[in-house]
């Protein structure tokens, strides 16, 4: 049975850097498997909202914006809580300024873990 995979990725104004990583993301084999949640820690620049226009199309992309910045591990909480929801089999929680190259990744995570 195929894993499931939740990516979770914490915004924050940088939305060339966090639209590069979510394309990346997207571009993945079995990226089906995936589902990538984008929380927006108050971006004052109304980047979390472009980004949710953006990904609007996107069945496995959620963008979630913060009413007030939480910091790092609690907006990252808030991404691995809404992940919850789908029962993935592996949480993987990456900065925005990551951009994924090797189309294998999610692959290569599932046969890691059997180790």
Do not use: W
């Amino acid at each position: 049975m195929k894993k499931k995979f939740a990516f979770i990725v914490l915004h924050f104004q940088a939305i060339k850097d966090t639209v590069d990583c979510i394309e990346s993301l997207l571009k993945l084999d079995r990226n089906d498997d995936a589902k990538i949640i984008v929380v927006d820690n108050n971006s004052p620049n109304d980047s979390g909202s472009k980004l949710v226009k953006k990904f609007a199309n996107y069945q496995n992309v959620e963008v979630i914006i913060n009413k007030i910045n939480l910091g790092y591990a609690k907006g990252n909480n808030v991404g691995i809580r809404r992940a919850k929801i789908f029962s993935p089999d592996y949480f993987i929680v990456i900065n925005n300024d990551t951009v994924i190259k090797q189309k294998s990744f999610l692959s290569i995570i599932e046969e890691s873990s059997k180790d």
